[in-house]
């Protein structure tokens, strides 16, 4: 194939719900491009984007899925994303790297949960929005219906380039009214019949003509001034006009098409060529230093790799982006995140599971590779004099979180292994080796975006593993001041132990004044603050150690071994073995000896001390609180509030946002362990949930008795 010219590359992501026919538009514009000579199925399991065994074996996507079509001397880069809510990462890469979303809505069900979830991230993005109504031959389609709940939803900024003059069975014609010209096809689909309109649609299709040039003029000063003088635009002027809106999402298209019966698709993809926006023309990406970089062939060479597939035979198959630039093959690049050199020694255009070798591609395209020696997802290849890094994909936080282990002990370090190669592939997969909770735990999207996981790796890589709940990292404090002392003294012929240690404990909160005095039982104990440390916890919180020692009864060289002693026991709390934040420790007197005093008499000293004051001290378990937003159809409203209630949830507000409620609470991450599913079962699916970590706040006192007594059975069954 021919090398491609920035101003002739588009890069186009394919989005929408479960359902809606992504895969299936995908084989059509394959077969209409003559990419590939007859089109696949989802059924039969052989289109193009799903050719992964997990894909095949449940019949969804899994993968973001990279090809190309050639049309009208244009490349147009697509992206097929699952349309799962739990595989919503491949959405997210896919609308980074391209320049223009197309939509798809099943026109049996208008837009759906997923439909809204994929146009908050467009938002966000700021990229422009084609809507595309599909499964126009579904006896639930409702054309019309879709359309005034798309308003509903998006506002007047929808508009019709399109209309099917008859949805169901029957549907076989489409009245396009940027061209004014009414397409039909044969039971085969394919290329059209392109005709005058008929009579009896034309005043439909004049009415909504003329709200489509309005639409484009508003784009540009001087469309409207032509607008305001003729009340008519070109075609190549409404172009223009919706070209612009496209950039500023002033305006959605909304085009028609069957995409199982290939009807539409080719005057679509005519569309895609000629009116959405060039590479060239989008707002420009910054690297790591905030340093705005042009997709300019002429410049430095770097690419950005967002996606690595593993392949059977092949290995790893890694996809990148030209951010500026030419590569060509045999190009020695630096990787800019790891300092390894790399050379190039394919490169491909990419056709799902087929790769079209190519010589060389310019800044904006997309392509792949092969066989590289240590290039990640998410990393950045240099060439010479270029030091760019790009880290702009941001995804979101986890949902659903499992522990999990090999059935065979032996087998733990290849499940591990096989866990950090499909995090590349999908880096919302997230693995965490938790010191704390003592268990390997994986965080996804969804139950079945864990279930997803676990299938892979029992039936690709022959491991079998167990899903277990996750521990919750609970911490531990205290609620009010106490002192303890504690001497410890060890003699056994030579050199003994010796090291005395008085200390006071008590709450610390954000700004308290240093302490001067304080009371116990009647007596003051007035302190003078030598030094101070602020440690910030890898865990969260503060421990704030002060040394208050007069009269040099501990020596300043032993306060480091006595904070190591306060430190072994913060790791380790005494009511569930979590660890401890948020307490100052006053070191205010003691005792040494001249021989026996060393650092490790007074690391065992301060470790006792420490732990009779915080028993004595009102200690409390915290657990840890998300905030947590559902986006829920009004009619579940009443039974998603009742669910958050039962699980200790504080119900924050409420609000309506694009025809869903949207409801803010915040709830015990022990209350989310199983809430994708029981939200999924409360809506039929129809809702969707984001959480995000706000704070640790104190259990209530039933549940702290039975966490504590829980510890104490779990530590004597590991005594016995």
């Known amino acids: 194939m021919r090398v491609y010219q920035t101003n002739e590359i588009k890069n186009i992501a394919l989005v929408g719900s479960a359902g809606s026919?992504?895969?299936?538009?995908?084989?059509s514009m394959l077969y209409g491009s003559g990419i590939i000579k007859r089109r696949g199925t989802v059924e039969q399991h052989n289109t193009v984007s799903d050719y992964f065994p997990v894909e095949q074996e449940y019949g969804y996507s899994v993968f973001p899925t990279v090809f190309h079509v050639e049309w009208n001397n244009k490349k147009l880069n697509i992206i097929d994303c699952p349309g799962s809510d739990d595989f919503v990462g491949g959405a997210i890469t896919a609308l980074n790297v391209t320049d223009q979303a197309v939509i798809l809505i099943n026109g049996q069900?208008?837009?759906?949960?997923?439909?809204?979830?994929?146009?908050?991230?467009?938002?966000?993005?700021?990229?422009?929005?084609?809507?595309?109504?599909?499964?126009?031959?579904s006896e639930k389609c409702d054309f019309d219906n879709v359309m005034n709940s798309m308003r509903d939803i998006y506002g007047s900024k929808c508009v019709e380039i399109q209309y099917p003059v008859k949805t169901g069975p029957d549907f076989n014609e489409i009245i396009d009214v940027l061209l004014m010209k009414k397409y039909s096809w044969k039971p085969e689909g394919g290329m059209p019949i392109i005709e005058d309109i008929p009579a009896e649609e034309m005043d439909k299709a004049m009415e909504l003509h003329k709200a489509l040039v309005e639409a484009a003029a508003e784009n540009d000063e001087g469309l409207m001034e032509k607008f305001f003088e003729s009340e008519s635009l070109t075609e190549d002027e409404m172009r223009e006009g919706i070209r612009k809106g496209l950039l500023t999402r002033s305006i959605f298209p909304v085009f028609c098409v069957c995409a199982a019966q290939d009807k539409g698709v080719r005057r679509l993809m005519e569309f895609l060529g000629n009116v959405v926006p060039f590479v060239s023309e989008m707002p420009k990406i910054h690297n790591t230093r905030g340093e705005e970089v042009a997709p300019d062939s002429k410049g430095p060479e770097s690419l950005y790799f967002f996606k690595t597939g593993m392949e059977p035979h092949i290995g790893e198959v890694s996809y990148f982006k030209v951010m500026s630039g030419k590569v060509k093959v045999g190009d020695d690049l630096t990787n800019a995140d790891r300092g390894s050199k790399e050379r190039l020694g394919q490169i491909y255009a990419c056709a799902g599971a087929n790769r079209i070798p190519v010589e060389e591609m310019n800044a904006g395209d997309i392509g792949c590779t092969v066989k590289l020696k240590d290039v990640k997802t998410g990393n950045t290849l240099n060439g010479k004099d270029c030091e760019w890094r790009f880290n702009f994909i941001k995804y979101p936080n986890s949902k659903y979180s499992r522990a999990i282990r090999a059935v065979v002990p032996a087998d733990t370090e290849k499940v591990m292994a096989a866990l950090l190669k499909m995090h590349q592939e999908d880096p919302t997969w997230v693995v965490e080796q938790s010191k704390e909770l003592r268990q390997t735990i994986v965080h996804g999207q969804g139950e079945f975006h864990l279930r997803t996981l676990k299938w892979r790796l029992e039936n690709n890589e022959k491991l079998n593993v167990v899903f277990e709940e996750p521990k919750i990292p609970y911490r531990e404090t205290i609620t009010k001041k106490a002192k303890?002392?504690?001497r410890h003294k060890k003699q056994s012929g030579g050199a003994g132990q010796f090291g005395e240690v008085h200390l006071i404990v008590e709450p610390y909160a954000e700004g308290m004044p240093d302490p001067v005095s304080y009371n116990f039982n009647g007596q003051e104990y007035k302190m003078n603050v030598k030094s101070k440390e602020e440690i910030d916890l890898q865990w969260g919180g503060k421990l704030v150690f002060i040394n208050s020692v007069v009269g040099g009864a501990i020596d300043a060289r032993f306060m480091p071994a006595i904070l190591k002693g306060v430190m072994d026991c913060m790791e380790h709390g005494p009511l569930t073995g979590s660890y401890a934040r948020d307490v100052r420790v006053v070191v205010y007197d003691g005792k040494m000896h001249p021989v026996d005093s060393n650092e490790l008499s007074f690391t065992l000293a301060a470790r006792r001390a420490f732990s009779d004051a915080f028993k004595n001290a009102g200690p409390?378990?915290?657990?840890?609180?998300?905030d947590l937003e559902v986006y829920v159809p009004a009619d579940y409203m009443g039974d998603v509030m009742s669910d958050l209630q039962g699980r200790r949830a504080l119900i924050m507000g409420m609000d309506s946002e694009a025809g869903y409620q949207k409801l803010q609470a915040k709830i015990p991450l022990k209350e989310l362990s199983n809430y994708s599913i029981s939200l999924s079962s409360l809506t039929g699916g129809r809702a969707s949930f984001s959480t995000k970590f706000s704070s640790y706040e104190l259990v209530p006192n039933d549940i702290q008795n039975k966490l504590i007594a829980e510890h104490e059975a779990?530590?004597?069954k590991e005594g016995d």
């Open 21 to 27: 026919g992504k895969t299936t538009l995908a084989e």
């Open 109 to 137: 069900y208008g837009p759906e949960v997923g439909t809204q979830n994929i146009f908050r991230y467009t938002e966000k993005l700021k990229k422009p929005v084609i809507f595309l109504v599909n499964q126009l031959d």
């Open 484 to 486: 303890a002392e504690y």
């Open 620 to 626: 409390k378990i915290l657990e840890p609180i998300y």
């Open 714 to 716: 779990e530590l004597a």
